[in-house]
């Protein structure tokens, strides 16, 4: 848990609830975080799955693991108490993407599953559905056109999950994508599918 450093602050409630932007949007605000190695699929899921959202009216917005590290992250690095930072301010933000009334998508490998339970203990219960993307590492490195896998197993790149550092897998996600042998479609119908159950996005 991060330390409070500042004080003589105020939370401010706005005249504007969750449950008002809610309405306007037409779908309800969750986060469906997906977790897995890289080159698992998780940014090509989630891609697809804020376009499918999209095309149907469902206010949606990707966080990527790669994109956030070029700003809001800039200046973490991949040692595990970065990678917890990391994950907690993704967390956050998340959560106010959540409050707007949104779906928002992460893409991280998150590797970590204290890191991962502190987000889902952000929200209320439900709001935080939790996506394996379960990939074999050996169709990872196959997909892998940066080559991170050849150089962490050169030696080159040091703390690399799956090689040089650790992926602890989900125990109890919401969903399971089999990405090694089903499809981009048939992941994206997969998580549309349970936010439909949930009542979380209207049935197209």
Known sequence: MAEQKATNIVWHQGAVTRNDREKVNGNKGCIVWLTGLSGSGKSTVAVALEKTL?????????????NVRH???KNLGFSPADRTENIRRIGEVAKLFVDAGMVAITAFISPYRADRDQVR???PDGDFVEVLVDCPID??????????????RAGQ????????????AP?????TLQ???????HSVAQVLGYLEGRG???RA
């Open 54 to 66: 999209w095309s149907r009216g469902v206010r949606s917005y990707i966080l990527d693991g790669d």
């Open 71 to 73: 700003g809001l992250n």
């Open 121 to 123: 203990a952000l929200m």
């Open 139 to 152: 169709v990872c490195e196959g997909r892998d056109v940066k080559g991170l896998y050849a150089k962490a």
């Open 157 to 168: 790149i040091p703390e690399f999950t799956g090689i040089s550092a650790p992926y602890e």
């Open 171 to 175: 125990l109890k996600p919401e969903l």
């Open 179 to 185: 990405t090694g042998q089903q499809s981009v479609e």
């Open 200 to 202: 979380i996005v209207p």
